[in-house]
């Protein structure tokens, strides 16, 4: 599962080529998508107006809704120190649940903000999935 934070849905939008070749890529496989979770979207839109519009219009691209398991969850999070809410909310999603098994693989400009446990891919590398 691949998850985007608020970084990476702003890189999408200001046409990261790499993360915009994966989405696409993800788009032609069935059952591939790519994970936003709902905090990190509203604060990328905070930052940035485009956003909604490059990164909805991908089809790869799905929302993770902020349910009451996750709000909770999100809640303790932040109030334990683990970031802003848009951190955890990716933290959450990243974590293991009961309705995505598997690896998560966070996609960020910030690793550090993230604990160790939670794989991340700096959207800033060389070479990040291949792409140069």
């Known amino acids: 599962m691949i998850i985007l934070d608020t970084s990476a849905a702003l890189a999408i939008a200001e046409g990261r080529k790499a993360l915009n070749q994966l989405a696409a890529n993800m788009a032609n496989t069935?059952?591939?998508?790519?994970?936003?979770p709902a905090l990190c979207l509203a604060e990328a839109?905070?930052?940035d107006a485009e956003v909604s519009r490059a990164v909805l219009s991908l089809s790869a691209v799905v929302v993770d809704n902020l349910d009451t398991v996750a709000a909770v969850t999100v809640g303790t999070l932040?109030?334990?120190g683990f970031g802003g809410l848009d951190t955890c909310h990716a933290l959450y999603c990243a974590s293991p649940r009961p309705q995505f098994t598997g690896m998560s693989i966070l996609l960020t400009a910030h690793e550090d903000r993230y604990p160790p446990g939670i794989v991340t891919v700096d959207i800033d590398s060389p070479g990040m999935l291949g792409y140069h």
Do not use: E
């Not at 069935?30 to 936003?36: I, Q």
């Open 78 to 80: 932040v109030r334990d």
């Open 30 to 36: 069935p059952g591939d998508v790519m994970w936003l």
């Open 45 to 47: 839109v905070a930052a």
